[in-house]
């Protein structure tokens, strides 16, 4: 019988409510530097989320692979890629809600033209799809050596590609032109007013060796057991990863926007450890400690809570009504979720970043109820 590692899902729950915290703060304008992005090259605890995400995306394929590969190739091919149209479906049913807004006092709808087409979904989507046919059709040991070529030729990519002056900035960049060029400019995201993708076409390359990096992983495990010759080997591997990544990043450097092949190599060297260190705390413990528990639950509904948590605000908003009024005598108007943060969080501390923060975290709580309800009854969304 396969072992099933409870830390597993505590990685991937921990993964989500990190999401949900990072984006959901009460005021943009105010929050603590390691709830932010880098603002270019570096690594902030936030720029882990994703990368993690990916990286339990892989762990979960490493399970379930087996069972695929006694399975015809068209059937995977067609379990996989429904999977994966499904999830980029939701992601750009995500970005479009909730299909109408405001325009002045006028409830008008939202015009495909202005809808953006990637995504956090939508690189999940593409990435699991790749990663998992990449890793069918050259069986584990073809999968190193792929993650490997996707890492490398990335990285020659934005050195012949990109402006030679300066491949890694945002402006000398190879992968805008991509982004450009197959969506448009009307449905990408807008960074300091500038066209730009950080869920782009081109740095999707990358994300998908993470993936397939995070199914090596959960392969080894799932081969080895729960053994301390196999967690010391994985905290060894995890510690070299992040070495790789850190020299790596002296030519071509850490960066989530663009997703560098030194970020993949370092956001999973740690990923490992961190993974490492949670199968040594819960899956060698005797008792689970509530912490665990607590993001367990997070991690048995994860893409409908992540969704959830995006388009509930978005609908919440549609509901306003009159704050107050301007200079100019005109109304300015707030919704549930603004008028929250304004008049219960807003005036806890003088530093704003105190509340913006717990606004956040009484968030988690919120969705945490959700979840834990849905456990309860054992209703469990899948995709």
């Known amino acids: 019988m396969q072992q099933r590692f409870y830390s597993l899902d505590v990685f991937r729950g921990a993964t989500v409510a990190l999401m949900i915290l990072v984006n959901n703060p009460g005021s943009w304008s105010h929050i603590y530097g390691p709830l932010a992005h880098a603002d270019w090259h570096g690594c902030t605890p936030t720029d882990l989320v994703f990368p993690f995400f990916l990286f339990a995306v892989g762990n979960a394929l490493a399970f379930v692979m087996p069972g695929m590969e006694q399975k015809s190739t068209g059937y ?162 995890g510690c070299l990863m992040m070495v790789i990544g850190y020299c790596w990043d002296m030519v071509f450097p850490v960066n989530k926007k663009i997703w560098t092949s030194s970020y993949v190599m370092y956001t999973t060297g740690l990923a490992i450890i961190v993974l490492g260190i949670m199968m040594y705390s819960l899956d060698w413990s005797s008792e689970r400690p509530g912490w665990s528990k607590f993001f367990n639950v997070f991690g048995k509904n994860p893409l409908f809570i992540f969704v959830l948590s995006g388009f509930l605000p978005r609908v919440l908003a549609l509901l306003r009504w009159t704050d107050h009024f301007d200079a100019e005598g005109k109304p300015v108007y707030t919704s549930a979720l603004p008028w929250l943060y304004k008049n219960i969080f807003k005036p806890i501390a003088e530093d704003q970043r105190v509340g913006s923060t717990l606004y956040a975290i009484a968030m988690i709580a919120f969705y945490w109820l959700i979840v834990y309800l849905l456990d309860k009854k054992k209703i469990y969304i899948k995709v």
């Open 76 to 237: 995977v091919i067609s379990k996989v890629g429904k999977r994966a149209l499904l999830i980029f479906a939701i992601g750009l049913f995500l970005n479009w809600s909730p299909f109408i807004k405001w325009d002045h006092d006028q409830l008008v709808a939202k015009a495909w033209s202005q809808v953006r087409i990637l995504g956090v979904l939508q690189r999940i989507a593409i990435a699991y799809l790749l990663a998992a046919l990449l890793i069918y059709f050259t069986r584990p040991k073809g999968a190193f050596v792929v993650a490997g070529i996707l890492l490398l030729g990335y990285w020659a990519m934005c050195l012949l590609l990109g402006n030679p002056a300066d491949p890694y900035s945002q402006a000398g960049w190879f992968g805008t032109q991509w982004d450009l060029s197959l969506l448009g400019k009307s449905h990408m995201y807008k960074m300091n007013g500038v066209p730009f993708d950080p869920e782009g076409l081109a740095s999707t390359i990358p994300a998908i060796a993470q993936v397939m990096l995070g199914y090596m992983t959960g392969a080894f495990i799932r081969e080895k057991g729960s053994s301390y010759e196999m967690l010391s080997r994985l905290l060894v591997i």
